[in-house]
């Protein structure tokens, strides 16, 4: 027989007054709900973070509680992050992220993490059609739920205008204090164009006519508020690496137009997910990068653990002969390298020296991502 943790879900606006008023003057407010039995509660605190005073707060409740009752805090920005002030939280959470939808859930396919670490390289072409009709559907739809589940592309460029305007012209402006919204917002409709490269905080500043501190801080807000995330380049036994300058992506897929560019983002967010997603499960201290030197070579995404690469990724959208770069960062890193394409109707394993690089179709070999 299944049991079922009882749990008590505090849903408010805690940026309203009243929510706040109440916070301040019954702290301890769950203490007062009745119980059906005698299992440790679960609290739920939703969109917390918009309370001013949300760490202390935090911190108290713990404290006093944490023995009796279990906490669960949610919400739409990132907790980790939001706030430095405050007292430190350090030591009475684990922080788990929750990422739209992705081919490596959808396609329940994923293999256990120590098989992969082991060989990144191994893939099978089975439920390749229906594997590749997720796929198309991320690409049109995004991974946000109420679109993607709607299967109406109306449904989607409603609900996509409607995410952006709120965040910026709402959340962002209300609980950071951005004052030129506006500019904000220009921003966040170029970065479409911009996917792929590495983006020139000076070109942006220039472009929109701000200074470059404004452009760096509102590209730090979109993180924040899940609108786009970014990488760095990998620099270690690069010769002539490029040491500045970071990749945006967004998490709102099909705003991006150009396919190529759409393409590279949709594998880019599956890796991020994978790497954000073992690091909450405590697997290692994994990170993202890619790779490019002052010739202009470039790998797309490399994947490190404690600082070592594992493996090397490109996407290519029809290019089925393994890149130039790619060839030449595996030679030079003796890593396991992939090259993914939008289609294909199997796989290739091309010898690269010592080495081998898989050619392969994205859906599948990402499907089966831990």
């Known amino acids: 027989m299944k049991t079922r943790t009882p749990?008590?879900?505090?849903?408010?606006?805690?940026?309203?007054?009243?929510?706040?008023?109440?916070?301040m003057q019954n702290p301890f407010f769950f203490e007062a709900i009745e119980r059906q039995d005698s299992s440790i509660p679960l609290i739920i605190l939703d969109e917390i973070h918009k309370y001013r005073d949300w760490k202390n707060y935090l911190k108290g409740v713990y404290d006093q509680f944490h023995d009796k009752y279990q906490f669960l805090v949610s919400g739409s920005g990132r907790l980790d992050l939001y706030q430095k002030g405050g007292d430190s939280l350090a030591g009475r959470y684990f922080l788990f992220h929750l990422w739209p939808f992705t081919i490596s859930e959808l396609g329940k396919r994923n293999r256990?993490?120590?098989?992969?670490?082991?060989?990144?390289?191994?893939?099978?072409?089975?439920?390749?059609?229906?594997?590749?009709?997720?796929w198309s559907r991320l690409s049109e739809l995004s991974g946000f739920p109420e679109p993607y589940l709607s299967g109406r592309m109306t449904t989607y460029r409603r609900w996509s205008n409607i995410y952006s305007h709120q965040l910026i012209r709402e959340d962002i402006r209300d609980l950071t204090g951005v004052k030129s919204v506006v500019d904000m917002e220009t921003l966040y409709l170029l970065?479409?164009?911009?996917?792929?490269?590495?983006i020139s905080t000076p070109s942006l500043a220039r472009d929109l006519k701000v200074s470059y501190n404004s452009v760096q801080s509102?590209?730090?807000?979109?993180?924040?508020?899940?609108?786009?995330?970014?990488?760095?380049?990998?620099?270690?036994?690069?010769?002539?690496?490029?040491?500045?300058?970071?990749?945006?992506?967004?998490?709102?897929?099909?705003?991006?137009?150009?396919?190529?560019?759409?393409?590279?983002?949709m594998v880019a967010l599956e890796l991020c997910r994978a790497v954000a997603a073992w690091n909450d499960?405590?697997?290692?201290?994994?990170?993202?990068?890619?790779?490019?030197n002052k010739e202009q070579q470039e790998v797309d995404f490399l994947i490190a653990n404690e600082g070592e690469p594992i493996v090397l990724v490109e996407a290519?959208?029809?290019?089925?002969?393994?890149?130039?770069?790619?060839?030449?960062?595996?030679?030079?890193?003796?890593?396991?390298?992939?090259?993914?394409?939008?289609?294909s109707k199997g796989y290739r394993m091309i010898p690269n020296g010592d080495q081998h690089i898989l050619i392969a179709p994205a859906y599948q070999w990402l499907s089966s991502l831990p």
């Open 7 to 23: 749990y008590i879900k505090i849903w408010q606006d805690l940026v309203s007054d009243k929510s706040m008023i109440f916070l």
């Open 112 to 134: 256990e993490i120590g098989l992969f670490l082991n060989d990144p390289l191994q893939i099978a072409m089975e439920y390749a059609d229906e594997l590749k009709e997720i």
């Open 191 to 198: 970065l479409p164009s911009k996917v792929g490269s590495p």
């Open 218 to 265: 509102w590209l730090s807000v979109f993180e924040r508020f899940f609108l786009s995330f970014s990488i760095g380049p990998w620099t270690r036994r690069i010769a002539r690496a490029i040491q500045k300058g970071r990749k945006v992506y967004l998490w709102d897929t099909p705003r991006i137009k150009e396919r190529a560019a759409r393409f590279e983002n």
């Open 281 to 292: 499960m405590g697997h290692g201290r994994f990170s993202m990068h890619f790779i490019k």
């Open 316 to 343: 290519k959208l029809s290019d089925t002969e393994p890149s130039p770069a790619l060839r030449k960062f595996q030679g030079v890193l003796k890593k396991p390298a992939i090259q993914l394409v939008e289609e």
